[in-house]
Every structure is written in C-alpha cells, then in structure tokens.
C-alpha cells in the first residue's frame, strides 16, 4: 500500500489501541514521527473527523492515575512533560461532546489539571516569561469575549455558575501570575503552602479521574475500527478507500501485536492468500478452469465426459 492512499488508518488503528489499552501499538505510533503528526490532524480537523478523541482522552486518564504522574509533578520526567497540557485540551473537547460530569465537577477538574500544570513549571523554577505563556493558555484575561466564549461552549444557562467560574478564573490567574514574579512570594508560597495546596488538589483530581474514566467508558461507544469489521453492509458502500483498505486487511480478533505488524509494513499479507501484484494475475484463478464447466453437469459426470465416457440415461 501507499502510505498517500492511507492517510487515516494510523489514526483508525491508534483509536482503536487506546480503547483496548494496546500498549505496543500505541507506543509504535507515538515513536513514528508521520504516524503521530496524522493521528493529531485527524483528532484535531473540524471536517470529518476520523476517529473520537474521547478514546485517547479515557487512555491518557488511565496513564495519568496508574503512574502516579500528579502526585509527582515536581519530578515528571521530559518525555511526559506535555502530557497534562494534552489531557486538558482533550477534558474540554471531550467535555463538550458528552458532558459527562456536572459543570461544578468539570470546572474544579479543569481548574486543577491547569493548577497543577503551572506548578510543575514554577517548581522546576522555570524562567517567568515561560510561565506567563502557559498561563496564558490556561487562564487568559477574562474579557467579555473570553467569558462570551466560555458560555457559549459548555452551554451554561444559569448565570450564577458562570459568575463563580469567573471567580475562580480570576483568582487562578492572579496566584500564578504573583508566583511567576514575585520571587519573595513565590519562596514564601512554596514553604508555607505548596505541598497542602499540592496534596488536596491532587486527591481531589484523582477522584474526578475515576468518574471520568467510568463515565467515558459507558458512553464513548465503538472505536471506528470495530465499526468497520461489525457492519459490512454499510462499508462495503462507503467511498473512504483507507476504511475499505482496513476493512480489507484486519480482522475483527486482530491482536496488540497484529497492529504492530499492520503498522511495520502497510503491505499486510492476506494470510494464505498472496496479494496479486499484476491485473493479469488477478484473473489467473480462472485459467484451471475449462468451458465445459459452465454446463450444469455434477461434477462426477464432468468427470466422465472429460475422460470419455458419458452417463446412461435410464438405467
């Protein structure tokens, strides 16, 4: 296969991994540089999306808690440094689709995993004008376009939550922004409060993990892969050549390793069926084939006309 002609299936393939927690696979796709940028375009594409990001998110949530990440976050290796960054753009898309916590669970949620973030930074005694960036991606100024937004995109009715979220808002922004410069504060802060602070948020976080994962779980649905080898009918209509190429190539039982070996080559053998490689060959089936077959003789009196001998009628 050409890897221009099957653009989505690392994504396809990705989608399905983190809903099965086929580690192998996601770690081949994550260390394959044209693997990883396609899952990200097709995750982030407003037009037809590929696969559900919600599969990712439930993956990621399930890492964050079984490596103790938060409860580390002034010790988070390099490698992972973006991950809480990822989980919290994936919380809000995510969020938006299901809704599958209450606003008040969501927004504490949210304003911890942004917490926690910023802190990694000031811990690690990051330079301020680093800190102020992602403090501008998580908290930016709240302006009545910003708070516009916000209403808009979690489709909040009751103007009380919205004026507590504002709050909230303001205060996170104003403790990080002290922390970020005042270097006297930020001493004091680390001494005196850091590590309640730290303990509480990080508790707290992981309770709302839980009840995300659960709630993810019952709802999320079918990755597009599974889609694909239940509902024949369905593909075997559709116009999008790299599902019909999936379809064509993975079983329904195909295993963590089976993805692997998918992936190392494109070009998947059919079992014990080669692929043929000429349009000739793909009618050479037929050359075994003789004229006289297309008669309605059995195949036992085919075989007596072949060798001279023809049946007796009647008797």
């Not at 002034?74 to 938006?96: F, G, K, W």
């Not at 403090?135 to 009715?157: A, D």
């Not at 019952?218 to 509902?231: F, P, R």
């Amino acid at each position: 296969m050409s890897c221009s002609l099957d653009n989505a299936i690392p994504s396809l393939l990705f989608e399905h991994a983190c809903k099965n927690s086929y580690n192998n696979t996601i770690a081949y796709i994550l260390n394959n540089e044209d693997f990883t940028s396609q899952v990200i375009s097709s995750c982030s594409s407003s037009e037809d999306k590929q696969v559900k990001p919600v599969f990712i998110f439930i993956n990621l949530l399930k890492k964050l808690n079984s490596l103790n990440i938060l409860s580390n976050i002034d010790s988070i290796p390099e490698e992972l440094s973006n991950i809480l960054s990822v989980i919290i753009d994936l919380l809000e898309t995510t969020y938006r689709q299901y809704n599958f916590i209450s606003l008040k669970k969501f927004f504490t949620f949210l304003s911890e995993l942004k917490l926690l973030d910023l802190l990694s930074l000031i811990v690690k005694n990051v330079e301020s004008p680093k800190i102020l960036q992602k403090l501008n991606q998580h908290f930016p100024r709240w302006s009545s376009s910003y708070k516009e937004t916000v209403e808009k995109n979690y489709n909040i009715e009751n103007s009380k939550i919205l004026d507590k979220v504002e709050e909230s808002h303001a205060q996170c922004r104003r403790l990080i922004l002290k922390l970020a410069v005042d270097l006297t504060f930020r001493a004091k802060y680390m001494t005196e409060q850091y590590t309640n602070d730290v303990d509480r948020i990080v508790k707290e976080s992981i309770c709302y993990i839980k009840e995300a994962i659960n709630a993810l779980d019952s709802c999320a649905g079918s990755s597009l892969l599974e889609t694909v080898v239940k509902d024949e009918e369905n593909v075997a209509d559709g116009r999008d050549l790299s599902v019909q190429l999936l379809f064509e190539y993975v079983q329904p039982e195909i295993t963590d390793d089976g993805l692997v070996k998918f992936l190392e080559d494109l070009e998947p053998s059919l079992n014990s069926q080669p692929t043929a490689s000429a349009l000739t060959s793909c009618l050479s089936p037929f050359d075994s084939l003789s004229e006289d077959e297309d008669s309605d003789l059995s195949e036992s009196e085919y075989e007596l006309s072949q060798s001279g001998c023809h049946p007796i009628n009647g008797s």
